[in-house]
């Protein structure tokens, strides 16, 4: 005979949480084998309560994560709500799955004299009712509602008094468990993401237990007799693994390195450099999104200027990068000495006419042949300042200023100095995502070569300037050949970007996309 069903409820906020702890922990100490329904429950709701991890962790690997306050953002990131039910959904199947082929560890007690021993305990039937999830402004975070829930569970059970053995099997039924969480999203000192359990709401139903074989009709009993007991403490032990689940987050979040290797050079400095915003629609991250050189850390002589990210309710993530970011990679290799080169006849190409020395350059200087005759050149090429990247609406304009200065190789290998030549030069280029890679082509808006300094005397720079935009302009074409391939859109272990746009606005770029998640755990 079915068992009758109550209803009771259990809240617990951050006020109560200590008492209700210590009152759980005396119910748990007076109560003894009475313990043998929280045991299983416990190992079952662990697993949903990984809804609010992930959707966590999603967040979080979109945000790859030292912090100043009060500094604008180079980087910004929103997940709209059609991201956020994209990540449920695909949370939902996760945990149901998981929860399907869960087999739980033996559990055993005493009940009045009587030892007990509880396995090869499954689930037999889940009723998952896909949970919803919803930002939160009023508490800066998420919030997670399951109502419905219901589960069955069957095992085997084996007791024993002095010499007295018995055993059978048991069912187990959870029916219309509801729950509401309420995750919080903070930052920490050092610009970390940190999460919190702001609230927690559970409500039963009922439960029912029935008990198989051997002297099952003592077990029955007890049983009845303490439902609303076995009731109270599954309900009671939920939100505590709700707490549980959420402070292992906080834990992982917070052992995260806040710098990311991008190569030998230089690393990625992405704190976040305010809480998370969270409105009704989506949630803004912004990071510092600072290059830095790995052996020579200097802030960049310029600051990260403000802007605001469009959010595209129809995709699922909106990014925007700052030309901040891109300068202070850019000067990040400039001070770390790699923007320069030697070149030497060597790397010419064979079927070029002009000759890395005095003989093939006296055509353009003179009084090269005179003073240094048949000897090899070297030209120490470097940038003078940082290259600087501008965004305009449509497209990309990189400005170079760069040295060129002339060597002639002596027959004992010392390198004489004879000449520097200023090259300056702009280049304007477009962007676009194809085929979910970065593609671009960039075109020489303007190209000069002038004198800076000489100890051969001064000559005239018209013909090398000529001959130098013909080099340059092959450059171009070589450039463009690689840019046409594209570079792969990031990918992180939980998220493939889908459906990507790309646009350059004024002080920024911004990208658009959807995603495909697959399981972090």
Request: one cysteine or more.
């Amino acid at each position: 005979m079915a068992l009758p069903r109550t209803k009771a409820s259990g809240v617990r906020t951050h006020e109560d949480t200590r008492v209700r702890t210590h009152w759980d922990e005396t119910r748990v100490q007076t109560s003894g084998g009475r313990t043998i329904i929280t045991e299983q429950w416990w190992n079952v709701k662990r697993l949903s309560v990984k809804m609010l991890s992930a959707i966590s962790f999603v967040l979080w690997s979109l945000a790859l994560v030292s912090c100043v306050r009060g500094e604008n953002p180079a980087v910004q990131l929103a997940l709209t709500d059609k991201g956020l039910q994209t990540v449920r959904h695909f949370a939902a199947g996760v945990i149901q799955d998981t929860l399907s082929e869960l087999e739980l560890p033996e559990v055993s007690g005493h009940i009045m004299g009587v030892h007990y021993f509880l396995s090869g305990m499954k689930v037999t039937k889940l009723d998952f009712p896909e949970p919803e999830v919803h930002f939160c402004p009023l508490s800066s975070g998420l919030k997670l509602s399951v109502i419905g829930l219901s589960v069955a569970l069957t095992g085997d059970w084996r007791t024993h008094v002095g010499f007295i053995y018995d055993q059978g099997t048991f069912n187990l039924a959870v029916f219309d468990l509801s729950l509401n969480s309420v995750l919080g999203l903070d930052m920490d000192s050092s610009g970390r993401l940190s999460v919190s359990s702001v609230s927690c709401y559970t409500d039963i139903q009922s439960v029912d237990m029935h008990f198989y074989g051997g002297a099952s009709w003592v077990f029955q009993w007890l049983v009845t007799f303490f439902q609303d007991h076995i009731r109270d403490r599954i309900q009671n032990k939920i939100c505590p693994c709700v707490d549980s689940a959420i402070e292992g987050l906080e834990r992982y979040l917070q052992a995260l390195n806040v710098s990311v290797d991008v190569n030998s050079v230089m690393d990625l400095d992405l704190p976040l450099t305010d809480p998370p915003t969270v409105d009704s629609d989506s949630v803004n991250f912004g990071l510092k999104g600072e290059f830095y050189c790995r052996e020579c850390h200097k802030d960049p002589p310029f600051v990260a200027p403000s802007f605001f990210l469009p959010v595209h309710s129809d995709y699922m993530l909106s990014v925007g990068v700052s030309e901040y970011s891109v300068n202070s990679a850019s000067f990040a290799y400039y001070i770390s000495g790699h923007l320069q080169a030697l070149v030497n006849d060597s790397m010419i190409p064979p079927y070029c006419p002009i000759r890395l020395n005095t003989t093939s350059m006296g055509r353009f200087i003179p009084q090269l042949v005179q003073l240094f005759p048949d000897l090899l050149m070297v030209l120490q090429v470097y940038a003078r300042q940082t290259p600087m990247f501008s965004f305009e609406s449509g497209f990309v304009k990189l400005d170079l200023n760069s040295a060129v200065k002339a060597f002639v190789v002596q027959a004992n290998k010392t390198l004489t100095p004879i000449f520097k030549l200023h090259v300056d030069s702009a280049l304007r280029g477009k962007m676009w995502v194809d085929s979910e890679k970065v593609k671009s082509s960039v075109k020489m808006d303007n190209f000069t070569l002038s004198l800076a300094s000489t100890e051969i005397g001064p000559f005239q720079t018209d013909k090398l300037e000529s001959i130098a935009k013909v080099g340059a302009g092959k450059a171009v074409d070589m450039l463009n050949k690689y840019l046409a391939k594209g570079f792969d859109l990031p990918q992180t272990r939980c998220a493939q970007l889908l459906n990507s746009v790309l646009s350059v606005e004024e002080g920024f770029i911004v990208f658009y996309s959807d995603a495909k998640f697959q399981s972090p755990f």
